[in-house]
């Protein structure tokens, strides 16, 4: 079970069904067993690779996504959250890079202000600094009561901003229970057993 004002890390391998959850929790595909979604008025969902039509500006883009929503744009938090992100918001999207199509989608994401915020592998193609500055958004985000839920295959990074940690294997999801540091140690001391093995090297742990 989850609540509101928390940020949900999602964990598992390649192909285990993180993305497909999250489509189905936003519901975009079908499903079977029921999702409770308790005062949650609006979700905005962020794919792992998502996509623009290339001659469309990143204004102009996010003008889109909040008349898609009905929203109206509040032009004080874009240029706040815009000098975070240091879009170029004037430019085409073919002129930007896999970072900051990221980014232009978190972006629009945010300024919906969405109850729900779900969140596939936002980590990914952003640089370091990026990185960090979206973990203090997520976190101010849930301060305001959003329910987040991510998927990411950066465990550290789900580690530092995460309230609870969802394992999905073997078409099975189940919280973690043990601290979230001692989780990462674990997956850790997985894998070095692993790769022992498979080389016949004596373990020593």
């Known amino acids: 079970m989850y609540f509101s004002g928390t940020i949900n890390g999602i964990i598992g391998s390649n192909g285990a069904g993180k993305s497909t959850f999250l489509h189905c929790v936003a519901g975009f595909i079908p499903y ?35 008349s898609a929503k009905r929203c109206n744009l509040d ?65 101010e985000w849930k301060k305001k009561g959003a329910f987040i839920l991510i998927s990411s295959h950066d465990l550290n990074q789900l580690i530092k901003i995460s309230d609870t940690l969802t394992v999905i294997e073997n078409n099975t999801a189940y919280m973690k229970s043990e601290s979230l540091p001692a989780i990462g140690q674990e997956i850790q001391k997985a894998a070095h057993c692993k790769v022992k093995t498979i080389f016949n090297i004596e373990t020593h742990i």
């Open 75 to 139: 032009e004080r938090q874009l240029r706040r959250l815009n000098e975070l992100f240091e879009l170029p918001l004037t430019r085409y999207a073919d002129e930007y890079s896999t970072g900051m199509l990221k980014k232009l989608h978190l972006l629009a994401l945010l300024l919906q202000n969405n109850d729900l915020l779900l969140l596939d592998e936002p980590f990914n193609g952003l640089d370091i600094s990026s990185s960090a500055i979206l973990s203090e958004l997520l976190d």
């Open 32 to 66: 079977s067993g029921n999702i409770i979604r308790k005062n949650i008025r609006t979700l905005g969902l962020l794919t792992a690779n998502p996509y623009i039509f290339p001659r469309i500006t990143g204004r102009e883009f996010i003008d889109f996504c909040l």
